[in-house]
């Protein structure tokens, strides 16, 4: 039903037959002769058609077949903005092979539906080239990854679906089992446990574009099914599996969005001094804004704040942001009320005005948030540290050392938006490692892993554990991150029981619960598992950065709100009892 | 931890420095040097210590890492079953990675261990190297599919495992929503409508390698989860999808598995062609054994068997066994005692003896059943009708024609086993077509699809919809089917909403069913749905084929058990009263 796609046709078809096959997008009638954009997935292309083709009751979204011969458009009606644009098809046959009610919005690229309606009707939003591009792109983007480990000797190995419950992290999405009454299965949040024991089955380079289940509330861009790359090897250390990630990485973007800028290699940052230098593990590197820790000269002052803050075991933070010393005093607590907006109690500041070096610094020349009343060498030291010039300001952040980080942090997103330092056409990618083993919870007032329970020790730091200090054991996990977001998660595992045990003893776990849900990794550990490591980078937030879109949803086919609903097939949704019967459940009112 | 494969080492490295890790398989203790075959997922090799390298501490399936000096074997001791087998490894440096406890069986080929312990210790039972060629040989496959489909325009576009509930043909696997108290997800039985979704979105060639569920009674070799290559595409006919499909598997069969004869063009059979000749709608087609209805020729006899069979409607089949008509009547016993365990009420039969044409038979060489006396004239007629020559045997199955079809195709599955008849090393391919578009159902009394809802029926055909005779409609359905078992199934989808809510109600749903099951996908017949088909071939099967696999579980790296059970995680189980809570569910005891 087509010999031809629309969008290849070019001057080189000149007077040749085509059978085109597509929907009636734009329609245009001229003195009775009508010009149509018939567009498939390739794109589009101007049909000419007399009106005995019946073409008056052509409609847009139509779906038509048709017979003609090609030509060059006449001098001066080419259309240099479309591939297809120096050519027309002139129509000698015409089938319709499906009619269209008319679209509840416009299928074009700034169609501004609501989002809603879109996801209703997402079989005709898909229809837009964007959103035809965007799968395109996932498709390569998935290709690619497939092909890269290929070459690098990974198995893609399909792990179940259907699996035990281990609630551990995340709520488990459960399946009632309709042949053991009473028993569930659980939807993975991930095949972590499956991949491990891979690598006890001696496979050594297993992968999985791996579709994983969270239970959780859903925030603003997540997804209660999302994919993948689900990775890990055997006989390897950090850089072994670091290294793999930069080349594929590096090799895609390079391929398939060759659009962007990338710096190779990958800059490794240690997650201290990622916490130092940016407030946080996922810092977007495109520009400056770098921190310091000033509590030693937030100490020398009487300002109660920072006293108060400096005696309750917190620190004082300085974000030099460069040319911004000549904001006003109300520019000041705008940018303060936005701090508040973050969480901050209130932000401090230090304003340099003037030019020329530092030495030259007058009283004058400083402007200090009220309260805070310093000599000028205090600002000039204080600048030193902050890497601030004349001209700059300084922002200080007090509170503790978690929050004050968070804040700040906050602050040098917002910055950098408003005064458009990154570079929007830069990817620059990073590994935060060294992450610390445990972090404490103070919600649950218990030990949690940072990364996960089978994330390993850093070597030789075994004995910690038991001791008092375990915020400080550092871990063999690492992230992907990539201008403000974390791309991917992995670590060097545990393979030796006795340690994995002394872990989730940690964690709080009882023998008893370490049993049932740990049990058969444990004993799998137990026959000569090998030390292995992986890590698993979310495909839907990649295809949506080299895609450019704002949302996951754009880059899935089928997305659900953030309420969990499919909008299209109205799921969840009620069932039949018998159904419920079969499985031994009851809804409770 | 390793530079090199212990399966890579050849005598081109002799004298060259390695470093392997991998798992100790067989040991041997010479005169105080020790012989192990070191074991990684690329093979065996032989590597020798010294007692000062511990090895006597060293147990089967202990990990270990060693450094050494690969040397030539000394001449005579070489191993030409080994592609390792020239050489050997001098161990200098021996680090124990993780030592194993005795496993439960032995990690070889020729394990005998039961099924069940092999299931609950998969990540030993996969270090076999034939359970590493499988998963090594899915792999391959797959990834033969996905470059074949890329390389034909295809997208691979993910389709969500969380949907609606829409019962038809099996039951569903439920998911309890918490979000949404009282409604459940289902997972897909197939992406059908996702992928005809797909069509009207314009994507006109998608696949996916899809999951899917079917929460059946299972029979010896199904799995609640399996995987199929699910396919679809726009603007085409059936010969075009056929067409695809061939030389994707003519293509991977080549590739892959070499040692298989194929024939292309793969045969296409009509299904009535397949029925009347074989019996079955997936007829092993690597040797003879047909059959003709010869239910005209039984009518001319007395047989009281043959006369109430002709009565009821039913009828009488031939199928010539060649060779055997000099099996004694205690053969035939125990023959048609086999097509009884098979479900027939008898069979009867005509034994041709001696040499030479038919036209030289006498009475005496024709052996007829008792009860079914025929002078040889008749016999002749028989058995030209049956293909038979003198030296053949005939066996008659009477009854009604889906159960005569079904018993007769049943011996001739039985007898080519027992005659080898079936060459191993042939992969006979072929396309069942034109399908019926119904059946009828005795059990519901009902309509049943013959393929699925969704299918088109042929051709000018649709006005028998609103006649009588539902079971004469012909359908654009297809199967691929290979050696007697079905590979793959498809069809032209309908594409026009009202043709659809038409085979809907024929099937017997109410309106308010049809508007709650399927309004979606009607609605989107209602935009422009373009004309498409599609297929979809199951992986598991095609890969345990491939493999030689007797079982699917063979060929999957965590299969369940035939009730459902992993018997490694312990799946199925009891999950938390408050995961239970949160999803406002009970147990009905």
């Given amino acids: 039903m087509k010999t031809q796609d629309c969008g290849a046709l070019r001057a080189a078809h000149d007077s040749t037959a085509t059978t085109l096959s597509g929907w009636v997008s734009r329609r245009r009638d001229h003195g009775g002769i009508i010009f149509i954009d018939l567009r498939d997935r390739s794109g589009y292309v101007q049909i000419v058609l007399n009106p005995e083709h019946t073409a008056e009751r052509l409609r847009s979204e139509w779906c038509v077949e048709v017979t003609g011969t090609v030509r060059l458009r006449p001098e001066g009606s080419e259309n ?19 009619p269209s009610l008319t679209p509840p919005f416009y299928i074009t690229d700034d169609v501004d539906a609501d989002e809603s309606l879109r996801l209703r009707y997402r079989y005709l939003d898909l229809r837009r080239p964007k959103m035809q591009d965007n799968l395109r792109l ?77 239970d959780e509330d859903l925030r603003a861009d997540r997804q209660p099914e999302f994919t993948q790359l689900d990775l890990e090897m055997s006989f390897v250390e950090e850089e072994d599996v670091l290294g793999l990630i930069e080349g594929l990485y590096a090799g895609l973007v390079r391929e398939l969005t060759p659009q962007f800028k990338i710096k190779t ?79 901050a109690a209130g932000m401090s500041h230090v304003r340099l005005t003037g030019d020329g070096a530092l030495d030259s610094l007058t009283d004058d020349d400083a402007l200090l948030s009220p309260g805070l009343r310093m000599p000028v060498e205090w600002v000039r030291r204080l600048a030193e540290r902050a890497e601030a010039q004349r001209g700059d300001l300084i922002l200080l952040m007090a509170g503790p050392a978690r929050l004050a980080n968070q804040w700040l942090a906050a602050m040098r997103s917002h910055l950098a938006a408003q005064m458009e330092l990154a570079d929007p056409a830069m990817l620059s990618f990073a590994f935060v490692t060294d992450f610390p083993l445990f972090q404490w919870d103070d919600a649950t007032e218990r030990w949690d892993s940072a990364h996960h329970p089978f994330t390993a020790p850093a070597p030789g730091c075994e004995a910690m554990l038991d001791g008092e200090d375990l915020a400080s054991i550092p871990s063999r996990a690492y ?111």
């Fill in 80 to 98: 240099p903005a479309l591939p297809t644009g120096e050519v027309e098809v002139m129509v000698e046959g015409l089938t319709v092979l499906n």
């Fill in 138 to 214: 996932r498709h390569q983007t998935v290709k690619y990854i497939r092909d890269y480990l290929d070459g690098h000797g990974f198995l893609e190995i399909e792990t179940p679906i259907l699996i035990k419950s281990t609630p551990e992290g995340a709520r488990d999405y459960l399946v009632p089992s309709r042949t053991h009454p009473g028993n569930f299965y659980a939807l993975p949040q991930s095949p972590q446990q499956l991949k491990q024991l891979l690598m006890v089955s001696g496979v050594e380079r297993y992968f999985q574009i791996a579709r994983c289940f969270r």
């Fill in 265 to 343: 290699p990958f800059q490794r940052l240690p997650y201290a001094d990622a916490m130092a230098r940016f407030g946080s593990d996922k810092p977007d590197l495109r520009y400056g804004l770098e921190m310091a820790d000033v509590s030693d000269l937030a100490a020398e002052t009487e300002f109660r704040v920072f006293r108060g803050i400096l005696d309750r075991g917190g620190i004082i933070k300085a974000m030099a942001v460069p040319g911004k010393g000549g904001l006003t005093g109300a520019d000041m607590r705008r940018m303060e009320d936005t701090a508040k907006e973050f969480g």
């Fill in 479 to 589: 992230d992907l991150v990539c201008n403000g977001s974390e791309l991917a998660s992995g670590s060097i595992r545990i393979h030796q029981r006795e340690l994995q045990e002394k872990i989730f003893s940690i964690l709080g776990y009882s023998a008893e619960q370490i049993s049932e849900r740990f049990g058969h990794i444990l004993e799998a550990f137990d026959y000569g598992a090998p030390p292995h490591g992986g890590i698993a980078p979310g495909i839907d937030r990649l295809v949506a950065m080299l895609a450019g879109a704002d949302s996951l949803r754009e880059v899935i086919a089928f997305p659900k709100t953030q309420s969990g609903s499919d909008l299209l097939f109205g799921a969840p949704s009620g069932v039949d009892a018998g159904q419920l019967r079969d499985l031994a459940i009851r809804i409770v009112e």
